[in-house]
């Protein structure tokens, strides 16, 4: 119980500095970091040496996934600066003059997008003054996409969130995918729903019933499709484009009703054609295709990789850390260098269909810096700590105590509550990534010493912390503050903070449903 104690001070440290004290994921994260060293030295006996390979497995892994932070932001302000964001937005405004069915189209089908796009808040910062701008209440148009968005957090902005998962746990992705993109497709409906509901109740929902099953399955298909054949960094992008795609076809055919009609939004003759806005994002899937599926092409560009190897070694008390690569890095091949090649060629196009004013790549470069460099500096230490606890077998003392109460016949009803735990680490750290670094190898050893699918705790995990992402208070900061809400956040956290706690627990009840299904059928994972 000792050990158990002083392994969930770091987490605590966290908890604690965040909520209590009001203080950033940066600062939070660099004291939760030196507590780790402290007691990781101190309690469970780790060497000066395990410490610091640990540390530098932990900036490769950083490394790795801030090459796709900022390469996906240097994109979307290529786009943003030329206008595609607005055009594609404006003509999401145009498709209909059924009022929740425009909520429904920007809160939760453009926020999916964008979250596969850039994500980082992006889509609340874009979407909310949208919705206030043709009559939606200020609480509606920041709620909206923060609930709208957070089911496609995992597998959009190239997977990062994923990508760090598979990376601190060492699970191969195509284990995780099946199980994970089923939970987000099970909680990107439920998403739906809830934007629909914020506009009227249930009597909405029910009227837009078809409208929403259609939308979300085909998002939540292509997801899961995208996923499973080992495409997951394109999962988010593709199913918020197939679901602006079938938002078009939809809106052909629906029928509003009466009360819910619109005020029908005009062209604007300045604004560039749709198909000119989507052209970073066509032009991001076929070099993606290019790299994935033809073999020279991706034999070229993954010629050049970083890694870091390190040796096996033992604490003190005992516990052994394999010998392992880190997260190989293809300098060339990487996601994050496909988005460059992507927004040069983007920058390019705009520039010579004369969309820059003068000064574009200066403000592109200044917007990826203010968004990037708080969020690399939290990345950086919170990854430390959670690789400094594994390698210390901290992680490994919290999830024996885990195990202890959801063992025996208690074992099945863990997937109910890991997508709580994921959501939690969301909601204090601010980051569905940093969640999963967090709590990832806690899951998965919870999972392995309690006997039950570690694939689908490590799902449940990653499900319940991109829904959690919906509270980061940091998203809300930046919502609230583009639709005159500053100093007023109140309103907005109690709605989602209802709909994020509802929403975590139906995920918990899909997963259960789950486990009872692998039990039926055996066991198998």
Request: glycine residues 12%; charged residues 10%.
């Amino acid at each position: 119980m000792t050990d158990f104690l002083l392994a969930s001070l770091p987490i605590a440290t966290i908890l604690l500095l965040m909520i209590k004290a009001n203080w950033g994921a940066a600062r939070a994260g660099a004291a939760a970091w030196f507590v780790t060293v402290v007691i990781a030295i101190f309690a469970f006996g780790a060497s000066t040496d395990i410490l610091i390979h640990a540390q530098a497995k932990g900036v490769m892994l950083a490394l790795y996934i801030l090459y796709i932070v900022w390469a996906a932001l240097i994109l979307y302000f290529v786009a943003d600066e030329a206008g595609a964001i607005a055009t594609i937005g404006a003509a999401i405004r145009r498709l209909t003059d059924d009022r929740p069915l425009q909520l429904l189209i920007l809160g939760y089908v453009f926020a999916t997008f964008l979250q596969g796009v850039a994500g980082f808040g992006v889509p609340i910062a874009v979407i909310a003054p949208l919705l206030l701008g043709i009559g939606f209440s200020p609480v509606i148009a920041v709620a909206a996409p923060m609930i709208g968005h957070s089911w496609s957090v995992l597998f959009g902005n190239m997977a990062t969130s994923f990508e760090a998962l598979i990376g601190v746990t060492g699970i191969p992705g195509e284990m995780l995918t099946h199980y994970s993109a089923i939970l987000l497709g099970l909680s990107g409906f439920t998403c739906g729903a809830a934007v629909l509901w914020l506009d009227g109740g249930f009597r909405t929902v029910r009227r837009r019933i078809v409208p929403l099953v259609i939308i979300a399955g085909v998002m939540g298909i292509v997801q899961y499709l995208m996923a499973n054949y080992g495409v997951w960094t394109l999962g988010g992008l593709t199913a918020g484009i197939a679901g602006l795609a079938t938002s078009i076809i939809v809106t052909r055919f629906w029928q509003p009703h009466p009360d819910d009609i619109a005020e029908k939004q005009d062209a604007d003759p300045d604004h560039m054609p749709l198909i000119e806005g989507l052209t970073p994002y066509l032009v991001f899937m076929v070099v993606v295709g290019l790299a994935t599926f033809v073999k020279p092409v991706a034999d070229f560009l993954g010629g050049v990789t970083l890694f870091l190897e390190t040796p096996a070694m033992t604490t003190q008390t005992g516990w052994q850390i394999a010998a392992e690569s880190s997260a190989k890095l293809a300098v060339f091949g990487h996601p994050g260098a496909l988005l460059l090649y992507t927004a040069a060629i983007s920058f390019i196009f705009f520039k010579t269909r004369k969309r820059y004013r003068d000064g574009a790549a200066q403000r592109i470069w200044q917007r990826t810096v203010k968004s990037g460099l708080p969020t690399s500096i939290g990345m950086v230490s919170v990854i430390g700590l959670a690789l400094i606890m594994d390698h210390a077998g901290m992680t490994y003392a919290l999830a024996q105590g885990g195990a202890i109460l959801f063992s025996g016949s208690m074992a099945i009803a863990y997937p109910l509550l890991a997508p709580a735990i994921g959501a939690l680490g969301a909601f204090m750290t601010g980051s569905t990534n940093n969640s999963n670094v967090v709590f990832g190898m806690f899951q998965r050893h919870t999972a392995e010493l309690s006997g039950i699918s570690t694939a689908l705790v490590l799902a449940a995990q990653a499900t319940g912390a991109s829904l959690g992402s919906m509270l980061a208070p940091s998203k809300i900061l930046v919502g609230c503050s583009t639709v005159g809400l500053s100093g007023k956040e109140g309103p907005v956290l109690s709605v989602v903070l209802k709909t994020g706690v509802i929403l975590t627990v139906l995920s918990g009840l899909f997963a259960l449903g789950l486990m009872v299904l692998i039990m039926m059928n055996g066991g198998a994972a």
